[in-house]
């Protein structure tokens, strides 16, 4: 059975890119299928040169590119058409043709109706209406916060053969109760034991293109000891906040952290957040763990520390794979909540952008995990072994 898949592989590295890739390949596998062709979510974000069969010879010179991506539900059929007459998306025609079945892994791509959420859509529709093709949309969250993209997605969903959301949270907001519930396909990673550290760097561990110094640079770390993981998140990249420096804040964190648990390793799963952490690692001599870091470090890393503070959605999944608990910045990011609510954590309006303002708060949260100990460890984990079960559900159109 040949597959097409839609993937959140990204030109920009991170660990959760990465670990949903490879853990919804292995899942594809499993049920006997083998993806034939792989349509990569990066490249349908900006308009391409490839997009279009035959363009222009002024406006490859000016560098301009039309963009041919249907704007509004009202396009879709005639985009479709075009696709099929060869004038726009060569690439994503072939790639549907030679495929018995199309899964578009959605992530938390959908919102705000960019050119990324309405192509994922445009694909699926394209798939299903015009190929013929079994299709679904599975592993993703929705943000249904625009109305257009809401109009799309209510004439894309009840066209498909399965919808499969990660969290429960989207499930509710999309119309007329489509769609099943799962769980994120990186839950299939399960965290080693503190022995992993010897082993990291190691020819089994690592690809060519790694080195030490991309794994985990800076300060001294010592696996056996107690620690804690920060990370970033998105939430700083959107402009929700001009000029924001989230350098000062970590830092005093990470202090507090250190006086509290002892070491603090900083972690940057995605490349935009070593703007944030490398000047932190430097100005604390602390280990920063980079995108480059083997994806099954990175679930052992955060699955062994004794809590992680981010706002990132993979490595939270990580920590609490291994019953790390998770202690988010919430507030104006929603997969956060959901991602708290489905491992059943404790639920604080973090903000990520006043984290000063709170940080009582925020560290009577660290201390109250850490006193919990191994028996909220034993509970998380409990929890995300069940949720690690509910991964599979995303490949059963192929079953």
Same mark, same amino acid.
């Given at each position: ?255 507090? !952290? +250190? /006086?509290?648990? @002892? ?5 940057? %799963?995605?490349?935009?957040? $070593?703007?944030? =952490? ?91 995990? !850490? +006193? /919990?100990?191994? @028996? ?5 984990? %409990?929890?995300?072994?069940? $949720?690690?079960? =509910? ?9």
């Amino acid at each position: 059975m040949k597959v097409c898949l839609v993937n959140d592989t990204s030109d920009d590295p991170n660990w959760g890119a990465r670990a949903t890739s490879l853990a919804l390949r292995e899942l594809i596998h499993e049920a006997g299928g083998q993806v034939e062709s792989t349509l990569y979510q990066y490249r349908i974000g900006i308009a391409q040169t490839e997009d279009i069969a035959s363009v222009r010879d002024a406006e490859v010179l000016s560098g301009q590119v039309e963009d041919v991506a249907p704007s509004r539900w009202q396009e879709f059929e005639s985009r479709a058409r075009e696709v099929m007459d060869g004038v726009i998306f060569p690439e994503i025609y072939t790639a549907l043709a030679i495929s018995d079945v199309v899964l578009v892994s959605g992530e938390g791509c959908i919102y705000d109706c960019t050119r990324q959420s309405r192509m994922i859509y445009f694909i699926a529709y394209l798939a299903k209406r015009f190929f013929g093709k079994p299709t679904a949309i599975v592993n993703h969250s929705i943000v249904m916060n625009d109305p257009v993209l809401r109009e799309i997605a209510d004439h894309v969903y009840p066209l498909l053969d399965d919808i499969v959301f990660r969290e429960p949270d989207s499930a509710l907001a999309c119309s007329r109760g489509l769609g099943r519930v799962a769980s994120d396909a990186a839950y299939l990673y399960q965290p080693q034991g503190t022995e992993w550290w010897s082993r990291l760097g190691s020819p089994q561990e690592s690809s060519q293109d790694e080195n030490e110094g991309d794994i985990l640079r800076g300060g001294a770390f010592d696996p056996q000891a107690p620690y804690a993981c920060i990370g970033g998140g998105s939430v700083y990249f959107r402009g929700l906040k001009p000029g924001f420096d989230a350098v000062p804040s970590f830092s005093k964190l990470c202090r507090a !952290l +250190q /006086a509290c648990v @002892g070491q603090v390793i900083l972690t940057a %799963s995605s490349g935009k957040d $070593l703007r944030i =952490m490398e000047p932190v690692a430097e100005r604390l001599d602390l280990p920063l763990a980079g995108v480059n870091l083997p994806i099954q470090s990175a679930v052992n890393l955060m699955g062994n520390a004794q809590v992680y503070i981010g706002a990132r959605w993979h490595p939270s999944i990580f920590a609490h794979s291994g019953g790390t608990p998770v202690i988010a910045l919430n507030r104006h990011t929603v997969k956060m909540d959901a991602f708290l609510k489905q491992a059943d954590m404790q639920q604080s309006a973090f903000d990520p952008f006043a984290i000063e303002d709170q940080f009582d708060d925020l560290m009577a949260e660290v201390k109250a995990h !850490l +006193q /919990a100990g191994e @028996g909220l460890r034993r509970r998380l984990r %409990s929890r995300a072994l069940r $949720l690690a079960g =509910m991964a599979r559900e995303n490949v059963r159109l192929l079953t």
